[in-house]
């Protein structure tokens, strides 16, 4: 079973940043589109963004502009880089193939105040 470790959250201010990172434990990392979703409190979970295997992104409206994903195909990571970030943006981030087809890892908590 493939493991996600989601690390890098934290607590900012609104217009902060922050750098999240996901290692995957899967030799067929690099051939699969991953994904970030998050989790805010009393909603359902919701994609953010996606990389394809090689490197083409898609992005939420909401994030669009602001947040950047990249991967690391040797390192079997993914990476978000999270600028202006707003309150809405509090959730809980999750990383996973796009369409999520592995098992949730614990996620990353990143909670931002106004």
């Known amino acids: ?11 900012v201010q609104a217009g902060g940043s922050l750098r999240l990172s996901c290692a995957a ?6 051939l699969v589109t991953m994904g970030w979703y998050r989790q805010a409190p009393g ?8 990389i394809t295997s090689s490197g083409s992104a898609n992005y939420a409206g909401s994030v ?3 947040f950047t994903i990249s991967r690391d195909n040797a390192k079997k990571t993914v990476t978000l880089q999270m600028n202006g970030l707003k309150p809405e943006d509090t959730a ?23």
Not at 2 to 11: A, C, I, K, P, T
Not at 43 to 50: I, L, S
């Open 43 to 50: 909603k359902q979970r919701e994609w953010v963004t996606y």
């Open 25 to 30: 434990s899967t030799s067929i990392f690099s």
């Open 92 to 114: 809980v981030y999750y990383c996973n193939t796009w369409p999520h087809n592995w098992a949730w890892g614990q996620g990353t908590q990143v909670t931002v105040s106004s």
């Open 64 to 66: 669009k502009g602001r």
């Open 1 to 11: 079973q493939v493991q996600l470790v989601e690390s890098g959250g934290g607590l």
